[in-house]
């Protein structure tokens, strides 16, 4: 099953164009690491061209070629796209998998994902012109209000590799449907796919410089993009700390962020669960995406009366787990993205033996694949809530294990944390779930599953992983502006100064 990667440039003002440094990165198959390719490295030379034609694109006869067109001319160019992945979806989920390691059959889910996503928006797009000049009721008849919904201008779009084109377009299809202008800048490790979009956008004939695409290094592609000045906004979505530099350079310029950061959400499973379901719910919580899931509830926190016969069946489960090449029929988890995070992912799991914990499951290399970034699907237990593997992160397949007595204790479990993106809690009681779903510190609960996602609802968490919603209706919120238009309507005089004629 032999897929090469196309050669492309940096995607600037609906044209390819070589880097200003002619710089190029390596593309490594995470699966035998093996360079297969390579993806253009942007710098902030490329950034200041791709904001300028953003800019022009924004403001191109007199804003009606895009931003304030009809949202159903947008819309046109948006389904337009939809269909063009739909067409080739299996091309695409074939890139994906050999660019970050991510499961076939996953890979295809994401683009049908994609598609609907983008179909979702253009339907948003269309609503929103019946949504204008929304009326506001006022207490003084003399004067009428009304609100208009406007595109936020020239949006910085800075994705991760964990989902690489569905991630982009979470945050393309509602800024495009709003009526921005956007430069996209995907990971470094996992690119392929959203340059192939680009590729998409000059076929459908979008308008030059409504979307950028612009691959390279964080430091220097995504820096720049983050601290222009004629950069409206930045919607991010990868780990705290560059979360945190991104609202820092944003912050001298009074500019919006919308941050989706990092997470250590928790399941909670109490004692009245069908094993064989919740066991399964589990492990596609902290499995599914090979364990690089920012709302990955890595932390499985069971009732103690359960807790040995549940990890006993997760445990043998787990092991049933087919690890193989992505490309491979029936393949259930791949490599982990790259060298760096494989190492990290060891590493992890070294620290929480030396600090005391037991590793039940996995914790190494498979060992019939000597070559390539995988890591065995890992259960820890022996787990106090000082440890490294209790606090930290590890967007990888490592789950730990602690037991409660109580609900409350439970919930004090689940909360003891800096992150806030998800939880679940499995239970055949829905008034207990209903109760712990409304006490859980997070901005997503799922009831008796994890992880699923629906780009109707809204996406986003609290703490320290993040702030602002993306999807739904929300999702198309980020990217407009509010403005109120009050006008006075009374044929009298306001009344307020005596006019000198009366005096």
Same mark, same amino acid.
């Given at each position: 099953?032999?897929?090469?990667?196309?050669?492309?440039?940096?995607?600037?003002?609906?044209?390819?164009?070589?880097?200003?440094?002619?710089?190029?990165?390596?593309?490594?198959?995470?699966?035998?690491?093996?360079?297969?390719?390579?993806?253009?490295?942007?710098?902030?030379?490329?950034?200041?061209?791709?904001?300028?034609?953003?800019?022009?694109?924004?403001?191109?006869?007199?804003?009606?070629?895009?931003?304030?067109?009809?949202?159903?001319?947008?819309?046109?160019?948006?389904?337009?796209?939809?269909?063009?992945?739909?067409?080739?979806?299996?091309?695409? *989920?074939?890139?994906? !998998?050999?660019?970050? +390691?991510?499961?076939?059959?996953? =890979? %295809?889910?994401? @683009?049908?994902?994609?598609?609907?996503?983008?179909?979702?928006?253009?339907?948003?797009?269309?609503?929103?012109?019946?949504?204008?000049?929304?009326?506001?009721?006022?207490?003084?008849?003399?004067?009428?209000?009304?609100?208009?919904?406007?595109?936020?201008?020239?949006?910085?779009?800075?994705?991760?590799?964990?989902?690489?084109?569905?991630?982009?377009?979470?945050?393309?299809?509602?800024?495009?449907?709003?009526?921005?202008?956007?430069?996209?800048?995907?990971?470094?490790?996992?690119?392929?796919?959203?340059?192939?979009?680009?590729?998409?956008?000059?076929?459908?004939?979008?308008?030059?410089?409504?979307?950028?695409?612009?691959?390279?290094?964080?430091?220097?592609?995504?820096?720049?993009?983050?601290?222009?000045?004629?950069?409206?906004?930045? *919607?991010?979505?990868? !780990?705290?700390?560059? +979360?945190?530099?991104?609202?820092? =350079? %944003?912050?001298? @310029?009074?500019?919006?962020?919308?941050?989706?950061?990092?997470?250590?959400?928790?399941?909670?499973?109490?004692?009245?669960?069908?094993?064989?379901?919740?066991?399964?719910?589990?492990?596609?919580?902290?499995?599914?995406?090979?364990?690089?899931?920012?709302?990955?509830?890595?932390?499985?926190?069971?009732?103690?009366?359960?807790?040995?016969?549940?990890?006993?069946?997760?445990?043998?489960?787990?092991?049933?787990?087919?690890?193989?090449?992505?490309?491979?029929?029936?393949?259930?988890?791949?490599?982990?993205?790259?060298?760096?995070?494989?190492?990290?992912?060891?590493?992890?799991?070294?620290?929480?033996?030396?600090?005391?914990?037991?590793?039940?499951?996995?914790?190494?290399?498979?060992?019939?694949?000597?070559?390539?970034?995988?890591?065995?699907?890992?259960?820890?237990?022996?787990?106090?809530?000082?440890?490294?593997?209790?606090?930290?992160?590890?967007?990888?397949?490592?789950?730990?294990?602690?037991?409660?007595?109580?609900?409350?204790?439970?919930?004090?479990?689940?909360?003891?944390?800096?992150?806030?993106?998800?939880?679940?809690?499995?239970?055949?009681?829905?008034?207990?779930?209903?109760?712990?779903?409304?006490?859980?510190?997070?901005?997503?609960?799922?009831?008796?599953?994890?992880?699923?996602?629906?780009?109707?609802?809204?996406?986003?968490?609290?703490?320290?992983?993040?702030?602002?919603?993306?999807?739904?209706?929300?999702?198309?919120?980020?990217?407009?502006?509010?403005?109120?238009?009050?006008?006075?309507?009374?044929?009298?005089?306001?009344?307020?100064?005596?006019?000198?004629?009366?005096?």
């Amino acid at each position: 099953m032999a897929i090469s990667i196309p050669c492309r440039q940096l995607f600037i003002d609906g044209e390819w164009r070589e880097p200003a440094l002619k710089k190029r990165l390596p593309v490594i198959n995470p699966a035998t690491e093996m360079t297969i390719g390579d993806i253009p490295a942007a710098t902030a030379e490329d950034v200041e061209l791709a904001v300028d034609a953003a800019r022009r694109a924004l403001t191109r006869n007199k804003g009606k070629d895009w931003a304030t067109a009809s949202g159903a001319v947008r819309a046109k160019y948006m389904r337009a796209i939809a269909a063009k992945i739909t067409e080739r979806k299996s091309e695409f *989920a074939k890139l994906e !998998s050999i660019d970050c +390691g991510k499961p076939l059959e996953e =890979a %295809a889910w994401d @683009m049908d994902d994609v598609s609907g996503c983008f179909e979702y928006f253009a339907d948003l797009a269309e609503a929103l012109d019946a949504k204008q000049k929304a009326p506001v009721s006022l207490p003084m008849d003399n004067f009428k209000c009304y609100i208009l919904k406007e595109p936020i201008g020239v949006v910085g779009l800075i994705t991760p590799w964990n989902y690489p084109l569905l991630m982009a377009i979470w945050k393309v299809a509602p800024a495009l449907a709003a009526g921005c202008t956007a430069i996209l800048k995907p990971s470094e490790l996992a690119s392929v796919t959203c340059l192939e979009l680009a590729e998409v956008c000059r076929e459908v004939g979008l308008p030059p410089g409504v979307l950028n695409i612009l691959t390279g290094l964080g430091p220097e592609a995504g820096a720049p993009l983050a601290s222009h000045p004629n950069v409206d906004k930045i *919607a991010f979505t990868g !780990s705290t700390v560059t +979360g945190s530099k991104i609202m820092t =350079a %944003a912050a001298q @310029m009074v500019k919006p962020v919308t941050l989706e950061l990092g997470g250590k959400s928790p399941i909670i499973v109490f004692d009245d669960v069908d094993l064989d379901k919740a066991v399964e719910w589990t492990m596609f919580g902290c499995f599914w995406t090979n364990g690089q899931i920012c709302s990955a509830t890595s932390r499985l926190i069971v009732h103690e009366s359960i807790a040995a016969e549940l990890l006993d069946k997760l445990v043998q489960w787990t092991k049933n787990i087919k690890i193989s090449d992505p490309l491979e029929e029936g393949c259930k988890l791949g490599p982990v993205v790259s060298e760096g995070q494989y190492e990290k992912i060891l590493k992890v799991i070294s620290t929480a033996k030396s600090e005391g914990a037991t590793v039940v499951c996995g914790g190494a290399r498979p060992e019939h694949l000597k070559k390539g970034f995988f890591v065995e699907p890992t259960i820890i237990t022996d787990i106090n809530t000082s440890m490294q593997i209790w606090r930290e992160e590890v967007f990888g397949p490592v789950l730990c294990v602690k037991t409660f007595a109580t609900e409350d204790e439970a919930i004090e479990l689940a909360n003891d944390t800096h992150y806030g993106l998800g939880g679940a809690v499995i239970s055949q009681d829905l008034e207990r779930c209903d109760r712990v779903s409304k006490a859980l510190q997070a901005g997503i609960v799922w009831i008796n599953c994890s992880q699923p996602c629906f780009c109707q609802a809204p996406w986003g968490g609290n703490k320290r992983s993040g702030f602002g919603r993306e999807l739904g209706e929300w999702g198309l919120d980020n990217y407009l502006s509010v403005k109120q238009i009050t006008q006075y309507v009374s044929n009298e005089q306001w009344g307020w100064y005596q006019s000198p004629s009366k005096l």
